[in-house]
């Protein structure tokens, strides 16, 4: 997540630089033959490439709408997280009994711990890399990967969890595929232990199962997310579009521009390349920006910053602990919030 006003331009430049390349080439070649090859044909009519552009910027639009929408849902997601993860600490220390105090507090840092080790477990799980998923096979992203670091490529998910869980619990959760899925299911279990043995009562054990609910809930919803790419075809149609858009709009400009040169001289049509550079640029801009926003736990600079809320969550929960050595904030590393 960028937490700047805006993109700065020697970030976005450089970012979308191939894009001006692409409108370079396409501009000049038909602009060199035209002028001087004299191929007279190269010049179309402006309606079908206005035409054209119309359905491009209509497909755009809409997709790249509903990428955001995937972005936004993701944040809400991580919302309902952060309260769900609120709630459950407050019910672990007020809900759970037990006569030894220092007992008492040893299992709440258990349960407490290992809500921890579900959150860095899911955060790992979302940022593995997908086939469909493109930080990693864009140049242009793997470009704008020096300025910042994603810290689940940085570490392993096994050295995360010896903060939060002993040895043997440890070793049987990294065993599992779905690692997050049972951290929770050990949670479950280990509640109703203590229900049977009278440490929380039957009414309080059920608002904490809730909770536990809660937490699989926003888990399959960003799972659903993450393991559901935006519709091929939509992306597809839209690349298509947008290409055969840039492609004639050269030919539409030098239709006009040729018109023009009856007037103002021939060297008019040498416009042709700047103007196509910048409306080609816009439109596959467009096109870029919604490819960057459709996954938003792959690991781009856009993304939802779940190692960021995961680090908050945890200080929040260990506040209510009343535990004073708190882990330091995540900040933000070129304006990069990861």
Request: with cysteine; aromatic share 14%.
């Amino acid at each position: 997540m960028n937490t700047a006003s805006r993109y700065r331009l020697q970030h976005f430049i450089p970012w979308t630089q191939t894009k001006i390349y692409t409108m370079l080439v396409l501009s000049m070649v038909p602009t060199l033959l035209f002028y001087f090859f004299n191929w007279k044909w190269l010049a179309i009519p402006w309606v079908p490439v206005a035409l054209l552009g119309t359905a491009a910027a209509f497909i755009s639009g809409f997709r790249n709408t509903q990428t955001y929408n995937r972005t936004w849902e993701a944040r809400q997601i991580y919302g309902a997280i952060i309260n769900s993860s609120r709630a459950f600490g407050i019910m672990v220390r007020d809900f759970i009994r037990v006569t030894d105090k220092n007992q008492e507090a040893a299992l709440h840092q258990q349960i407490i711990y290992r809500h921890f080790a579900w959150l860095t477990a899911l955060r790992f799980q979302l940022r593995e890399i997908k086939s469909w998923e493109n930080v990693k096979t864009r140049s242009y992203n793997r470009a704008y990967l020096k300025y910042y670091k994603v810290p689940e490529w940085e570490s392993s998910l096994e050295e995360e969890l010896k903060a939060f869980l002993p040895e043997e619990e440890r070793q049987q959760i990294l065993s599992a595929k779905n690692r997050a899925t049972q951290l929770i299911a050990l949670q479950s279990a280990q509640l109703r232990s203590l229900n049977e043995a009278a440490n929380i009562s039957d009414y309080n054990y059920v608002a904490l199962e809730n909770q536990l609910k809660d937490l699989y809930d926003n888990q399959g919803k960003a799972e659903r997310i993450k393991n559901f790419p935006y519709p091929r075809q939509f992306s597809s149609i839209n690349l298509y579009f947008t290409f055969a858009f840039c492609a004639l709009l050269p030919l539409g400009f030098i239709g006009e521009f040729s018109k023009l040169g009856e007037k103002f001289g021939e060297g008019i049509i040498w416009l042709t390349i700047p103007f196509s550079i910048l409306i080609g640029w816009v439109f596959l801009v467009l096109e870029q920006i919604g490819e960057s926003t459709e996954n938003p736990f792959e690991g781009n600079a856009n993304d939802v910053p779940i190692t960021q809320i995961s680090r908050n969550i945890e200080i929040d929960v260990r506040e209510i602990l009343g535990q004073k050595d708190l882990p330091a904030p995540i900040t933000a590393i070129n304006n990069i919030l990861m």
